[in-house]
């Protein structure tokens, strides 16, 4: 019933550009934080980027700092990633996670490949 659904990935040259977005159902997503993560082939999960219920706070790891911006749309229960001048080290399968901000439930969307490459 829960549902995070990813959309967005595929191929972009270096430099390039690439919009995700997820896509949430099953609960209110209102009342979850929300989060990017990703992995590359052979290495740990690491949190990208973070946004508070309201969207009025966000957060990032260093290496994607004034390159990516994360969004949200309450209304249409989608959280975004704008990806911008983009890197090879930027290749990874990415991962939408919510987090009620009460009761630390967590969801996992089921991730969407980003491969950087000319």
């Known amino acids: 019933q829960v549902q995070l659904v990813e959309l967005g990935g595929g191929l972009v040259q270096p430099g390039g550009s690439l919009r995700l977005s997820c896509a949430a159902s099953g609960f209110t997503f209102s009342s979850y934080a929300m989060s990017w993560y990703r992995q590359a082939p052979g290495k740990e999960r690491e949190s990208v980027a973070f946004i508070t219920r309201a969207g009025d706070s966000t957060r990032y790891m260093d290496s994607v700092k004034g390159r990516f911006t994360i969004s949200r749309d309450n209304a249409k229960n989608t959280v975004y990633l704008q990806m911008n001048s983009l890197k090879p080290e930027d290749t990874a399968v990415y991962y939408c996670?919510?987090?009620?901000?009460?009761?630390?439930?967590?969801?996992w969307g089921k991730g969407t490949l980003v491969t950087v490459s000319s």
């Open positions: 996670k919510a987090s009620h901000w009460v009761t630390s439930a967590t969801y």
